[in-house]
């Protein structure tokens, strides 16, 4: 709608600050975590690769087969789950287009409303707060923050969990 993609403007603001001498060169070279870009490289082939390979889906899938016979609220927690998971292995985007069709096809099974089940993979979707290669932020203020890997786990699996309870009971 005539809005320039992120990915140009931020390429444009870069060279601004370069070429209004905000920062030199050496400068803005040095302010790149090389650790980083390898953690966010690392997580796009891995994120390729699960979804590619049909691994991820084929999980979810099994997973939510394996809760479909108790409910709609255990295949909703089956969906949630196996949505946080992907989660943290390929951007939300991935993550909630490949548990949509499954989500939609167990609400048919189960009896259960379509939209409930597709708002709550969306929302599951953005709860990456695990680790920093699931999220983009996550991972940008990774290495300026000076955290750990272990620092998502321990901070976010509370956060994690009672945004699955939430989901469960409220959707």
Partial sequence: SGWLPILHASLLGALAVLATR???LHEARAAIEVDVLVVIAASFGV?????SSGLAAAIGHAIVQAASGLGWRAALAAILLATIVLTEFISNNAAAALMF??????AAEVGADPRRLAIAVAIAASCSFLTPVGYQ????????????FGDYWRLGAPLTALAFAWLVVAV
Avoid: C, D, F
């Fill in 22 to 24: 905000i920062l030199s």
């Fill in 47 to 51: 994120g390729a690769a699960i979804e």
């Fill in 137 to 148: 932020t996550n991972t940008m203020v990774y290495g300026p923050g000076g955290y750990r």
């Fill in 101 to 106: 069709p499954i989500a939609i096809a167990t």
